[in-house]
């Protein structure tokens, strides 16, 4: 089955950067859209990054665009997440996830409920 483990999360200040990994298993992962979610205390989980099954789309929240960057290598299973620019307001635990089918793998869905799979989470915690 879908199996996506992150890494990378921690504690920084304002205005630094972090990258974010995810290792992928138990599909083929060339054939899925793949991206980040993320959800802070008290409110719902949204959508941050999405890139194609094979990283020709890139999609970003408006809140995150210009700052962080999703990339993958599909020889290595593995998708991340360039956080620069941090902010308080990036606090969440952010989840790595992956969606197949005929038009979002190649066009990830910028709706967090069209993510079907998703990792255990990597906590995220930018203080000023």
């Known amino acids: 089955q879908v199996q996506l483990v992150e890494s990378g999360g921690g504690s920084v200040q304002a205005g630094a950067s972090l990258t974010l990994s995810c290792a992928a298993s138990?599909?083929?992962?060339?054939?899925?859209?793949t991206g980040w979610l993320r959800q802070a205390p008290g409110k719902e989980r949204e959508f941050v990054a999405g890139?194609?099954?094979?990283?020709?789309?890139?999609y970003y929240s408006a809140s995150v665009e210009g700052r962080f960057t999703v990339s993958r290598v599909n020889a290595r299973n593995t998708v991340y997440l360039q956080m620069n620019e941090l902010k308080p307001e990036d606090t969440a635990v952010y989840y790595c996830?992956?969606?197949?089918?005929?038009?979002?793998?190649?066009?990830?869905?910028?709706?967090?409920?069209?993510?079907?799979?998703w990792g255990q989470g990597t906590q995220v915690t930018v203080s000023s």
């Open positions: 996830a992956a969606a197949a089918g005929m038009y979002v793998s190649d066009f990830p869905s910028r709706d967090p409920n069209n993510w079907p799979d």
């Open positions: 890139i194609s099954r094979n990283g020709d789309r890139t």
């Open positions: 138990g599909f083929t992962f060339s054939t899925y859209a």
